[in-house]
């Protein structure tokens, strides 16, 4: 007989709850994941659970089904989170999984998820997480693996903490190749336009950008970092900042396919065209980086196949095994378009 997780085998709950010093219903919802629970007791009874060796959470038999995983999405409006679902979908399937897609946890890029969505993933007996977009704080992250929860981060907002285990894109490596592809054409006065300054893969581009900068010996001009937080209307503010400067750049690096349209906004109303007054690349090739006038050239990220790397990891976590490193970087490629071209003669953008 199964009594709250535990078998009669090892300890009752009872005997848990006399241990922490609480009662028997507490005790069952820290086992069970509510979050309703005093961090104090929780500790209390954690403490008791690890103690007493009481198992919270079957292992998962691998001959069978891995059954119902979550994805966290921050939106299902955005072009980003469709090509990861389609990935995710795709190795679910091949996975025999079945996926319980979440977009209210965070309701804006980055942001944390709102209480209680904890209990429901325990109350609907997930058997790991993907999030995509995320930052959890410590104690949510804790609160996963005490309970057994395995999880899988797709491009984490924030370094995640030490052995937790997420799929990303080759952030610094594509910064520095868009960066290089501008000095080929001939361009020096290089502006970039980053998304929040705090973020991990967005300062890991402006780093790409600054080290192709470096290895070229071009030098690095503060006034020409800016960060749009991944927002079209401030990326378009950013670029008419930049072409207010007394030299401005003739080439920018957009390190996000929709703040690149913004950009495209400020230059069309300054009266100056892509490329022939300024070339510019973005970052992600998301559909709307072709549907753009010019077509955008852009650094692509591998969404569907970072999307299918983490639902891989996923499994074998549930499975018991660990992959050798936490975290795993897809490579990113260069895609030009029409929206690069070498400066113009004097390397001054006419203004309007």
């Known amino acids: 007989m199964v009594r709250g997780g535990s078998t009669t085998t090892g300890p009752t709950l009872a005997v848990v709850a006399r241990e922490a010093g609480v009662s028997v219903p507490t005790a069952s919802k820290v086992v069970n994941g509510r979050e309703d629970v005093a ?15 009481y198992v919270r959470r079957p292992r998962l038999d691998t001959t069978k089904s891995p059954g119902m995983v979550d994805l966290v999405v921050h939106s299902l409006e955005s072009s980003w989170s469709a090509a990861v679902l389609h990935g995710v979908a795709e190795a679910a399937r091949d996975a025999s999984l079945e996926v319980v897609v979440s977009a209210d946890l965070t309701r804006t890029w980055g942001r944390r998820p709102e209480r209680g969505w904890l209990d429901r993933i325990t109350a609907r007996g997930s058997s790991g997480v993907l999030f995509n977009l995320a930052e959890l704080p410590p104690s949510q992250h804790a609160w996963l693996e005490q309970h057994r929860i395995p999880f899988v981060m797709i491009e984490p907002v924030l370094e995640p903490p030490p052995g937790v285990v997420s799929v990303g894109a080759a952030n610094r490596d594509g910064g520095v190749m868009a960066t290089e592809h501008l000095l080929s054409l001939g361009h020096e006065r290089i502006a970039v ?20 900068l470096a290895a070229a010996g071009v030098c690095h001009r503060p006034e020409y970092v800016r960060y749009g937080d991944f927002d079209e209307v401030v990326a378009r503010h950013r670029m008419l900042e930049l072409l207010d400067l007394p030299e401005p750049p003739t080439a920018v690096f957009v390190c996000s396919d929709k703040m690149a349209l913004g950009v495209y906004e400020a230059l069309a109303l300054r009266g100056l065209r892509v490329p022939d007054d300024i070339s510019v690349v973005g970052f992600d090739d998301l559909p709307e980086a072709r549907w753009a006038t010019p077509a955008l050239t852009t650094v692509r990220q591998p969404f569907s196949e970072m999307a299918a790397t983490a639902v891989r990891l996923l499994v074998r976590l549930m499975a018991g095994e660990h992959p050798e490193s936490p975290r795993t970087e897809l490579p990113t490629r260069l895609v030009r378009r029409a929206s690069t071209a070498p400066p113009r003669t004097g390397s001054e953008p006419r203004r309007g």
Do not use: N
């Open 39 to 53: 961090p104090e007791t929780r500790r209390r009874v954690t403490e008791a659970l690890d103690r007493l060796g």
């Open 193 to 212: 336009i980053g998304g929040y300054q705090r973020k991990l893969c967005s300062s890991a581009r402006v780093a790409g950008y600054r080290s192709a």
